[in-house]
């Protein structure tokens, strides 16, 4: 089991920035690919970014593509998301998964076996 427990949102001006971690507890996320997803409300959850085990490559939905930024530090077992330019759109829950299946998709939240409770972003105009 993996325990996912993500901090650093908040309400910030349009134009503004945070940064958002994740840090997993009950065993290591070394091994696994880990993303961030988000969802506000009346739509469906969406993924946001995402990188595999090692660190090397990143991938990102083109809503957020040039402003976000996601890492991972593996001997600290947390997951970050910097978030950059932020607009009133990018309001919403923010959440970060371990990716439990494999396959090249990112989207599909189907293939993540753990889940956060999430956090608020509010970005206000």
């Known amino acids: 089991q993996v325990q996912l427990v993500e901090s650093g949102g908040g309400l910030v001006q349009a134009g503004g920035s945070l940064r958002l971690s994740c840090a997993a507890s009950?065993?290591?996320?070394?091994?696994?690919?880990m993303a961030w997803f988000r969802q506000s409300p009346g739509k469906e959850r969406e993924f946001v970014a995402g990188v595999p085990s090692n660190g090397y490559s990143t991938y990102y939905a083109d809503s957020v593509k040039g402003r976000f930024t996601i890492s991972r530090d593996n001997a600290k077992n947390t997951v970050y998301l910097q978030m950059n330019s932020l607009p009133p759109e990018d309001t919403a829950v923010y959440y970060c998964?371990?990716?439990?299946?494999?396959?090249?998709?990112?989207?599909?939240?189907?293939?993540?076996?753990?889940w956060g409770q999430g956090t608020q972003v509010t970005v206000s105009s």
């Open positions: 009950g065993r290591t996320i070394s091994t696994y690919a």
């Open positions: 998964a371990v990716k439990t299946q494999y396959g090249s998709s990112w989207y599909a939240a189907w293939q993540y076996g753990y």
